[in-house]
Every structure is written in structure tokens, then in C-alpha cells.
């Protein structure tokens, strides 16, 4: 991966840069930032030019041994640690994220459930296993003129043991090892382990850049979904551009019309949707062109499905979240509980 194939990637390019030839490298890094921004291209480039053989650890040369073993996520030197179920070995989900990265650089988590095999409910996380394995890597011998760099792939997925065994590590790094955490929330890391990185922090693409990006003209209503994320832009065009919000339609139409048998079909449909957070972001803009909900109806709804959204972007609980919203919701524009009798028997697929 070359910089210039990275969103912005002359940004940094040119930080990294200044630190390299100022000899402030940090030990560790903490990079923040929405899905599908290119925070993984940066990690991408900046590897290849950290373990390049003839380059000067800002710019690969990208004909050594070294780039071309990293282009394929396979250099000695490169480890990496992605969140994966408890049944799935390091190795084994290490290659099937190589393979998933190399046919799409943007892979959202959504898009490593659906490689998985697993629903959007499904428990991922990187744990004190896989860091104690790490750990045994480190402790091999670099020649001279080696270098390391240890990336943590959704690291707001490490677990609490897994943190703490880091701490450590990050605290006082092997000789030439470089720490990256690529995280989509910052306060979703322990404060001991953030303290110790250095924070860089990857904003929102434009319009204009995602448009760039896809090649083509994007249609207006279909921008506000992505949320400045490529990944997600681009699964929402797979999943058939505006037909994608019809899911959330069907939900939403159900609750307008507040007959609760009539709600359990869509509710379960739009629970299994691996997308359920750019759902709820489309729900946000058909409520807010609804012409009959009150302005006061409007920001509340559009204020729970904003707050709905931002948690299953957080891997919590997505059926659960849904349900909760769906009953607040249903509160909210009716006057009443949703009748809870309805449903006895009756469970929400997760």
C-alpha cells in the first residue's frame, strides 16, 4: 500500500515523516477515527515504509523483499491482532482477515462479521491470549537495522486482561517495536493504556472524497448514510443503493401505523440486518421528513435512533438496542406502551 493510494494520505505521510527524521518516534500510537476513513491504508503504508530493506522509514522502496511481504500482510516483522470469537485460533482468523483486507482495504467490522460467518450480534473481541502470543513473538532477537510495528485492529475489541497485559509491553517496548492502535472510539480503551500513546485522529471524508473514491457521482439521499465512511459507503451501494434503506422503512412504516402484530415481521427482518447502524442513520432522515410528527417528535425520535445508532457502533447488544428503541419509540409517538402481550412468546432473532 503507497501513500498516495491512502484518503489523505500526503497528511500523513508528512506527520509520520516529522517524526521519523526529529527522533520522536512514540512507542505507541493511538489512531481514532470512523470506520472505512483509511485509518487501515495509513497503518498499510506507514508498515511498508517502517520494515522497508532500502527505504528511509517514511517511503517504501516497494521493490524489496520486505514491501512485498508486507503488501500481503505477511512480513516476519508485521503482527497483527483483529478481534475474532472465541472458537477461532489467531492463525486461522489472521489469514482470513488478510484475505478479507486484500479484496476490500476498507473492511468495516459489519463487513469481518459477515467473512465470519456471524450475525451483527455475535461477541468479538482481542484477548490475553492472543496478546501473551504476541508477547512470545516479541521476545525473538532484531538484527541491527530491523524494526517491528505491532498493529491492534479495532482495538476498542481488547479485552480488559488483555489491556492490562499490554500495559506493560507499551510502557517499556522491545528495542525498534512500534505499537498502533486503530480504534473507532477513543474512551472505549482503559485511560492506562491511552495515556500511553501518542493520538492521532482521522475525521469524517467529504463528500466530495467519498465521491473520489467510488468513482462516480453518489446520489444525495445516500451520503448522509455513510457518514463520511468509504466502507460503509460502499456496502450500502452493494446492498443496492436506495433499496438498502427499505428494511427500516417497513419498521418504521409499522410503527407509524401502531399495530403491533404488524411490527414483529419488520422488527426481525431489520434486527438481522449486518448494517443496522447506517439503517438507523437512514431512519433518522425519513423521520425527519415525516409530515406528520411535531418538530418536538422529530429531534426526540431522530435523538434516539442518533443515540441507538452510536451504540451498536459500539458492539453493544444490537437486537437489544432495537428493541429498546422500537418500545421508546412506539411510547413516544403513540401516547402508550407498546402492548407487551402481543409479543409474549415471542423472541427478537439476534
Known amino acids: 500500500m503507497r501513500w498516495d493510494l491512502v484518503p489523505r494520505g500526503e497528511v500523513w505521510r508528512k506527520r509520520w515523516g516529522e517524526l521519523v527524521r526529529g527522533g520522536r518516534l ?3 500510537s493511538l489512531w481514532i477515527g470512523p470506520e472505512g476513513v483509511g485509518k487501515t491504508l495509513a497503518a498499510w503504508a506507514l508498515a511498508r515504509a517502517v520494515l522497508c530493506e532500502h527505504g528511509d522509514r517514511v ?5 524489496c523483499s520486505s514491501c512485498k511481504a508486507t503488501t500481503q500482510w505477511l512480513h516476519p516483522h508485521l503482527l497483527v491482532a483483529v478481534p475474532l470469537p472465541a472458537e477461532v485460533s489467531w492463525e486461522e ?19 469481518w462479521l459477515r467473512e465470519l460467518g456471524l450475525r451483527s450480534s455475535a461477541r468479538l473481541s482481542i484477548g490475553v491470549e492472543v496478546v501473551r502470543r504476541l508477547q512470545e513473538r516479541l521476545s525473538l532477537a ?19 486482561q488483555a489491556s492490562n497485559a499490554l500495559l506493560k509491553l507499551v510502557e ?3 528495542m525498534r517495536t512500534f505499537f498502533l492502535f486503530l480504534s473507532t472510539r477513543l474512551e472505549a480503551l482503559p485511560i492506562t493504556l491511552r495515556s500511553r500513546c501518542q ?26 448514510l455513510a457518514q463520511g465512511s468509504f466502507g460503509r459507503l460502499k456496502e450500502i451501494l452493494a446492498e443496492g443503493g436506495p433499496a438498502f434503506l427499505q428494511p427500516v422503512r417497513e419498521w418504521l412504516r409499522a410503527l407509524w401505523t401502531g399495530h403491533a402484530e404488524a411490527l414483529l415481521a419488520p422488527l426481525e427482518n431489520l434486527a438481522k440486518s449486518p448494517q443496522l447502524s447506517e439503517l438507523l442513520l437512514g431512519a433518522v432522515l425519513l423521520v425527519r421528513a415525516h409530515p406528520h410528527l411535531s418538530p ?10 442518533l443515540q441507538a445508532a452510536d451504540e451498536i457502533e459500539a458492539h453493544i447488544q444490537p437486537p437489544l438496542v432495537l428493541w429498546q428503541t422500537t418500545l421508546a419509540l412506539w411510547e413516544a409517538w403513540r401516547g402508550e406502551k407498546l402492548p407487551l402481550l402481543a409479543w409474549l412468546g415471542r423472541e427478537v432473532s439476534s
Open 172 to 174: 517499556e517496548p522491545p
Open 26 to 28: 512514540p512507542a505507541a
Open 93 to 111: 482468523g489472521l489469514a482470513q482477515w488478510r484475505a478479507a483486507l486484500q479484496a476490500n482495504p476498507y473492511l468495516t467490522f459489519g463487513g
Open 199 to 224: 493520538v492521532w485522529r482521522f475525521s469524517p471524508l467529504s463528500p466530495q472524497e467519498l465521491e473520489a473514491l467510488a468513482g462516480t457521482a453518489i446520489a444525495p439521499s445516500l451520503l448522509p
Open 296 to 305: 418536538f417528535e422529530k429531534a426526540y425520535s431522530m435523538d434516539l435512533l
Open 59 to 63: 517511503v517504501a522502496c516497494e521493490a
Open 142 to 160: 532484531l538484527a541491527a537495522s530491523q524494526w517491528r510495528i505491532v498493529i491492534f485492529w479495532h482495538a476498542e475489541t481488547l479485552t480488559r
